[in-house]
């Protein structure tokens, strides 16, 4: 997994944690129908990371069989 691909996927983590958060304190406030937008962004956020995830993990599955697949050729 490339630096650039690391720190996309936490940035999304990060971002869905802070939305959780924000959306904690305003349930806590009182004010529901922001802290039920900032859940969905939270969980939209978390849905994307987990499919970059299962990419990324399928990228990189695919690269160790074709090297695995390569070395035995030769």
Do not use: C, F, P
């Amino acid at each position: 997994m490339t630096d650039n691909n690391e720190a996309y996927l936490a940035d999304l983590h990060t971002k869905a944690a802070y939305a959780h958060i924000a959306a904690a304190h305003q349930h806590s406030t009182g004010d529901h129908a922001s802290a039920q937008e900032l859940a969905q962004m939270a969980l939209g956020d978390s849905v994307k990371a987990v499919r970059y995830t299962e990419e990324i993990a399928v990228r990189y599955t695919e690269e160790i069989v074709g090297d695995a697949q390569r070395s035995m050729a030769v």
